[in-house]
């Protein structure tokens, strides 16, 4: 019954990083229409996303696990970049080792994000 309960826990802290991803690319585009910034600037405001949503969702699963918050926003980070990775395969020609220098700042930004919680 625990195991559930923490899946369950992981899996809300991961869709709420999606979501938060999602909101954050929207912002960007809206940015990108009114303002024409370049594409140097839009990566790295990429690589900022990259950590702040697993950041997210690092926190709010420290809050609710309360011991070891550093090693349960790495897990967030960790499933974060999995299913990063599985779509990015599928959606485009992209390999693993293409997309794999995603995975620091994914979590790193999980770690943080439940460090700070």
């Known amino acids: 019954m625990e195991q559930k309960r923490v899946l369950k826990e992981i899996a809300m802290a991961v869709g709420i990083s999606f979501l938060v ?19 140097g600037l839009v990566s790295k405001i990429m690589i900022a996303g990259y950590l702040i949503a697993p950041a997210v969702g690092g926190y709010l699963l420290g809050k609710k696990r309360k011991v070891n918050r550093f090693l349960w926003g790495l897990c967030v980070g960790a499933v974060y970049f999995i299913v990063y990775a599985a779509v990015a395969m599928t959606a485009k020609d992209a390999t693993l080792g293409n997309i794999m220098w995603v995975a620091i700042p994914v979590c790193l930004g999980g770690m943080a994000g439940g460090m700070l919680s």
């Open 21 to 39: 991803t999602v909101l954050f690319l929207v912002v960007l585009a809206f940015l990108m229409l009114k303002t024409g910034i370049g594409e």
